[in-house]
């Protein structure tokens, strides 16, 4: 896919890849050798009919291979940009013997474009409404697919959403070179047409309890709440001025638009030399965000071997072009400040792999001796999230486990208690947007079984 030059977009946030012109998209689905038993298919969470949706493209039937889509997946805007489609059903394409499989990702993303830019948007197929009532608690990726599901059902959803727009971390957490918002919001308004309601400014924990949407007649609740609270690696210094978790750098940036400074009023001190702790897709993000910010320097610091690096390879590459410096098998052992509390550097020390650990990935360990000082004036730790503990501080009888995650049957998504169901970040900590899809897929399912 055609991407801006690095140089380029270094200097922007507008989107990096440019996505599939319709020649290409054409070419790419000729490729496609329309298996009888879809691999892709099975692998996908949302479980696209995916060659059927080729097809329709590989035939200039744009409309139907939307229409083919959001039979299974209401954001397909989103999925086509930021599903890690390398680990799901572009992973288990046949064609990966040839290490050719089919760019199903960017197919997606260019029948979702040729909707949004070309036709109304197709409308989905809607049952009889049943004047049954369930609530959706969160507007994350997996709070917005539960209720298009049951809204297509034709259950009566509301999705009460604590800050003042819908999409979660879609519209908090993933920067706008990524994921625009303007393509959030064109799939948060497809599933209003549905006739979802979404109430924003509205905690439930604070604004309204549990047993309090229970008592208005809600039959059913799914617990969308996501992974707002950052983690941080408990070493001196994490207090310093110019110390940011991800998280709070993430959410200025996208959601109250510092990168617009100074048309918005919400200014990012970023610093001259940046260190982004962490290996994952937000540290990714947080590094080339820092870079458009305008810091000089950016450092991806990360305790592991860039094998293990759970972030996206497609992100990584994006990273590394764009002049983003990698230290690998580094860990910070504290933050160094000056007589003003600002940051100017880092301790670290040089790790090397051990024996594997209770996630399958080798064990870093210290190597003696090794203690080096990073120059950087920015730290930014991107480490993880937790679970956000508004809801979960209200509803004490919501079983947790000890990192403070829902606890679900991992079929129907039900939690211990009678007719609540959970999933995406809140039960599964800081995962992907198409599994945090999947289990709205499968709770919406559960719910319908459970109300019928």
Same mark, same amino acid.
């Given at each position: 896919?055609?991407?801006? *030059?690095?140089?380029?977009?270094? /200097?922007?946030?507008?989107?990096?890849?440019?996505?599939?012109?319709?020649?290409?998209?054409?070419?790419?689905?000729?490729?496609?050798?329309?298996?009888?038993?879809?691999?892709?298919?099975?692998?996908?969470?949302?479980?696209?009919?995916?060659?059927?949706?080729?097809?329709?493209?590989?035939?200039?039937?744009?409309?139907?291979?939307? @229409?083919?889509?959001?039979?299974?997946?209401?954001?397909?805007?989103?999925?086509?940009?930021?599903?890690?489609?390398?680990?799901?059903?572009?992973?288990?394409?046949?064609?990966?013997?040839?290490? =050719?499989?089919?760019?199903?990702?960017?197919?997606?993303?260019?029948?979702?474009?040729?909707?949004?830019?070309?036709?109304?948007?197709?409308? %989905?197929?809607?049952?009889?409404?049943?004047?049954?009532?369930?609530? &959706?608690?969160?507007?994350?990726?997996?709070?917005?697919?539960?209720?298009?599901?049951?809204?297509?059902?034709?259950?009566?959803?509301?999705?009460?959403? =604590?800050?003042?727009? =819908?999409?979660?971390?879609?519209?908090?957490?993933?920067?706008?070179?990524?994921?625009?918002?303007? &393509?959030?919001?064109?799939?948060?308004?497809?599933?209003?047409?549905?006739? $979802?309601?979404?109430?924003?400014?509205?905690?439930?924990?604070? *604004?309204?309890?549990?047993?309090?949407?229970?008592?208005?007649?809600?039959?059913?609740?799914?617990?969308?709440?996501? @992974?707002?609270?950052?983690?941080?690696?408990?070493?001196?210094?994490?207090?310093?001025?110019? $110390?940011?978790?991800?998280?709070?750098?993430? *959410?200025?940036?996208?959601?109250?638009?510092?990168?617009?400074?100074?048309?918005?009023?919400?200014?990012?001190?970023?610093?001259?030399?940046?260190?982004?702790?962490?290996?994952?897709?937000?540290?990714?993000?947080? @590094?080339?965000?820092?870079?458009?910010?305008?810091?000089?320097?950016?450092?991806?610091?990360?305790?592991?071997?860039?094998?293990?690096?759970?972030?996206?390879?497609?992100?990584? !590459?994006?990273?590394? !072009?764009? %002049?983003?410096?990698?230290?690998?098998?580094?860990?910070?052992?504290?933050? &160094?400040?000056?007589?003003?509390?600002?940051?100017?550097?880092?301790?670290?020390?040089?790790?090397?792999?051990?024996?594997?650990?209770?996630?399958?990935?080798?064990?870093?360990?210290? #190597?003696? %001796?090794?203690?080096?000082?990073?120059?950087?004036? *920015?730290?930014?730790?991107?480490?993880?999230?937790?679970?956000?503990?508004?809801?979960? /501080? @209200?509803?004490?009888?919501?079983?947790?486990?000890?990192?403070?995650?829902?606890?679900?049957?991992?079929?129907?998504?039900?939690?211990?208690?009678?007719? #609540?169901?959970?999933?995406?970040? =809140?039960?599964?900590?800081?995962?992907?947007?198409?599994?945090?899809?999947?289990? %709205?897929?499968?709770?919406?399912?559960?719910?319908?079984?459970?109300?019928?």
């Amino acid at each position: 896919m055609n991407k801006q *030059t690095p140089n380029e977009r270094i /200097k922007n946030f507008k989107e990096v890849a440019f996505g599939l012109s319709e020649e290409e998209a054409l070419k790419e689905a000729s490729r496609c050798l329309f298996c009888k038993k879809a691999r892709c298919s099975a692998k996908c969470p949302v479980e696209i009919d995916i060659p059927h949706f080729i097809n329709a493209i590989k035939n200039k039937k744009n409309k139907e291979a939307i @229409a083919i889509i959001k039979e299974r997946n209401n954001l397909p805007g989103v999925c086509g940009r930021v599903c890690p489609q390398e680990n799901q059903c572009e992973g288990a394409c046949v064609l990966n013997a040839k290490k =050719a499989p089919i760019n199903i990702g960017g197919l997606e993303r260019f029948a979702a474009d040729f909707e949004l830019q070309n036709t109304a948007q197709v409308a %989905g197929h809607r049952l009889q409404v049943t004047g049954q009532k369930v609530a &959706i608690i969160g507007s994350g990726p997996a709070g917005l697919t539960c209720a298009g599901d049951l809204a297509r059902m034709g259950y009566k959803v509301t999705v009460f959403e =604590a800050l003042h727009t =819908a999409g979660g971390v879609l519209m908090y957490g993933i920067p706008e070179f990524r994921l625009p918002k303007e &393509i959030v919001r064109k799939e948060v308004e497809y599933l209003k047409r549905l006739g $979802v309601e979404i109430k924003t400014n509205f905690i439930v924990g604070k *604004t309204s309890l549990l047993k309090d949407i229970f008592e208005e007649g809600y039959k059913a609740v799914f617990v969308g709440t996501g @992974a707002g609270l950052p983690s941080f690696m408990n070493i001196p210094g994490e207090n310093l001025n110019r $110390v940011y978790s991800s998280n709070e750098l993430l *959410t200025r940036v996208n959601l109250m638009k510092a990168y617009l400074f100074p048309e918005y009023d919400t200014p990012v001190n970023i610093g001259r030399k940046v260190a982004v702790i962490g290996g994952g897709n937000t540290a990714m993000d947080s @590094a080339r965000v820092s870079l458009r910010l305008g810091a000089e320097k950016v450092y991806i610091v990360y305790r592991r071997t860039e094998k293990e690096m759970p972030a996206r390879k497609e992100e990584v !590459e994006n990273a590394k !072009e764009e %002049g983003i410096e990698f230290h690998m098998l580094t860990l910070p052992l504290g933050i &160094i400040g000056d007589e003003k509390g600002f940051v100017k550097a880092m301790e670290c020390i040089k790790m090397e792999l051990g024996e594997p650990d209770e996630s399958g990935r080798r064990r870093p360990v210290p #190597v003696k %001796g090794s203690e080096f000082t990073m120059d950087v004036d *920015t730290v930014i730790v991107a480490v993880g999230q937790s679970p956000n503990p508004v809801f979960l /501080k @209200a509803t004490p009888e919501l079983k947790l486990d000890k990192w403070s995650k829902i606890i679900i049957d991992l079929e129907t998504q039900a939690t211990n208690i009678k007719g #609540v169901y959970a999933g995406g970040d =809140a039960t599964e900590g800081d995962d992907t947007v198409i599994a945090a899809m999947g289990a %709205g897929k499968r709770a919406a399912k559960a719910i319908d079984k459970y109300i019928s």
